[in-house]
């Protein structure tokens, strides 16, 4: 299946179920490398409509980082942390953790 293929039957997913969010953030995958910026509307959409979607934040936060959004980079990652941590999913908050202060490194920021 090609990538166009696959963005289809995902935006045909999002159309289906647009209450999903999975569907939301399958598309910003896909589209990461191909088309940043849409990718970057649809992390931006799954952030406000579905706050509680976990997955979002690691890949939107590196995302907004290598666009150079490094302020919004940061919220997103301290977000994640704490909806981690409420959410009791260790694994996610140690990977969080972990990127964020990697980040914090790479762009000299505290």
């Known amino acids: 299946m090609s990538n166009l293929d696959r963005i289809q039957l ?3 997913f999002t ?3 647009p209450e999903n969010p999975f569907n939301w953030y399958a598309l910003a995958i896909e589209f990461r490398e191909s088309n940043p910026e849409e990718a970057h509307n649809l992390f931006a ?7 509680t979607y976990l997955a979002t934040y690691f890949p939107a936060a590196h995302l907004y980082a290598e ?5 919004q980079s940061k919220l997103i990652f301290e977000k994640g942390i704490v909806l981690s941590r409420e959410q009791k999913n260790l694994k996610a ?3 969080l953790q972990n990127a964020y202060q990697n980040f914090l490194f790479e762009n000299d920021l505290d």
């Open 67 to 71: 666009m150079g959004d490094l302020e």
């Open 93 to 95: 908050q140690q990977e």
């Open 10 to 12: 995902l935006r045909q």
């Open 45 to 51: 959409k799954l952030l406000a409509e579905h706050p």
């Open 15 to 17: 159309e289906e179920e």
